[in-house]
Nanobody, 121 residues
Framework: QVQLVESGGGLVQPGGSLRLSCAAS????????MGWYRQAPGKQRELVAR???????NFADSVKGRFTISRDNAKNTVYLQMNSLKPEDTAVYYC???????????????WGQGTQVTVSS
């Protein structure tokens, strides 16, 4: 079993910044892709950003130029730096990881419990 623990959410004013962290632990052989998704009230969950083990990234158009994603492979941790936050960024943010577990022959997708980000004055 693998656990994803998120931290860093909260309330911030428009134009402000937040940094989310997600640490994976458990029976991990390797982590392939790590990413962040978000879900606002009444909307579907959407991809925000993701990063491969080799550092290749992709972002939702709505956050390009404002958010960056990075990972520390030694710590099995992914970060989302969010700058120039807007009210429309308000959502629950979920960490996601594609993990090769045990001896590495099985890949499983895991989700964190979610962390609330609220952008409001």
């Amino acid at each position: 079993q693998v656990q994803l623990v998120e931290s860093g959410g909260g309330l911030v004013q428009p134009g402000g910044s937040l940094r989310l962290s997600c640490a994976a632990s458990g029976s991990i052989f390797s982590i392939n892709v790590m990413g962040w998704y978000r879900q606002a009230p009444g909307k579907q969950r959407e991809l925000v950003a993701r990063i491969t083990g080799g550092g290749i990234t992709n972002f939702a158009d709505s956050v390009k130029g404002r958010f960056t994603i990075s990972r520390d492979n030694a710590k099995n941790t992914v970060y989302l730096q969010m700058n120039s936050l807007k009210p429309e960024d308000t959502a629950v943010y979920y960490c996601n990881a594609d993990v090769s577990v045990g001896t590495g022959f099985v890949r499983v997708e895991y989700w964190g419990q979610g962390t609330q980000v609220t952008v409001s004055s």
